[in-house]
């Protein structure tokens, strides 16, 4: 098979115009098929405060009501993503910008209330990717916003470690994939005050345990609960990594058991 | 050659659900190949006001520094395009967003400074339809939103009926094009207070007999002028109209002499 390599970048990177360049520069370079996801929750939140809206967040999710959907659609779905997709363009990499409601790529279901309204927030229920493996064929690189629809003309807000970790699996049927998360951090750390204590690897029994000895940070655990599920579910290697070290194939790596 | 047709979409209509909604159930009976070009200035000029920022229009075109360009980018590249794309979307119509970054589909220039300083305004350089016409052969119906790129990196804003215009010229080579501009009105009227004044033919030197008399409305002046340079590059069919007409052929049909 194929090799798919997909990067979700997150955090500060994707907001900050010189880790965002140096990123792009090692991404133009990866050999293989590539697709690459993005974040862009700092952004969204600036221009919500800019726009007198407050942010609510319930366990690093964030509650979206209509107000907020707009901002998000317009963050992710309009200035973040066509930053990434103009940048790659002056890169000779032919970027593609999508939503999960372009081509059908993602449908979510409005995540039912139960203690928590999150409002507009999508739980993913189908990938669709027919469309986009031609694409790749003709070396088109998809630059995902984490949004997705209803099906119903409904755009809802969904994290982007998910979507990631959603097409990976996906398109683990048709590529061998890799699935490179890519923040601040050097990768996983074993000691929260120290950039340097980064785990080669991780194995997910080890991660449970660290996340019980609250080592692990908070933000890290969606980003590696999604990476074991990739993990698991056919995707051939994941990595988490910052953008100075993820073209080099250094981080974290999950580890099956 | 196939038929294809385009529909640019602008004032109000891209920017009120009801009028939104109705188009998007006509466009969708729409029969062979077809592709939506929206604009979305006032929706533009809504947030730019809630961000603080003053809107400054010369000849109908958009000042557009640095601050604009982000306000643009957000409402045309994700609020107004992904709306749209996702009510396709719930039409089983097989919705695609763009911007002329994407596919790299447009690129222009920023216009030089003569006597008005545009900022980020952008004039078509050059368009590239071949994976958007790969694209039509699979169904998918493209979304363009006015926005185009100059091949470094930057996003650049630029009208939504030269954008129109300029990509049937580009793919009446492949198609048999029909190009249809729906606003408010339904058609070029010979009395603009008499919205039932509706011309429904105009030859290019009755237009400049019209606009020299002061009957055409400023506004209509870049309309009609796009729409009589595609009529006269190939263009099959040049028609300006309303939501609740463009369906039924009937508006203002512009004539070769």
Known sequence: MDRLTIVKVGGK??????????????????????MLVHGGGKAATALADRLGLETHMVDGRRITDAAMLEVVTMVYGGLVNKKV???LQSRNINALGFTGADLDLIRARRRPVVDIDYGFVGDVENINTRELRLLFRENVVPVIAPLTHDGYGQILNTNADTIASQLAIDLAHHFKVFLFYCFEKRGVLSDPMDDDSVMPELTESAFIENQELGIISTGMIPKLQNGFRALYNGVGEVLITNPANFARGRGTRLLRE
Chains 1, 2 share one sequence.
Request: proline share 4%; hydrophobic share 50%; aromatic share 8%.
């Open 13 to 34: 990177v994707v907001e900050e115009p010189e880790l965002l360049n140096a990123l792009l520069d090692d991404f133009a370079r990866i050999t293989g098929y590539k």
């Open 85 to 87: 997709v103009a940048g």
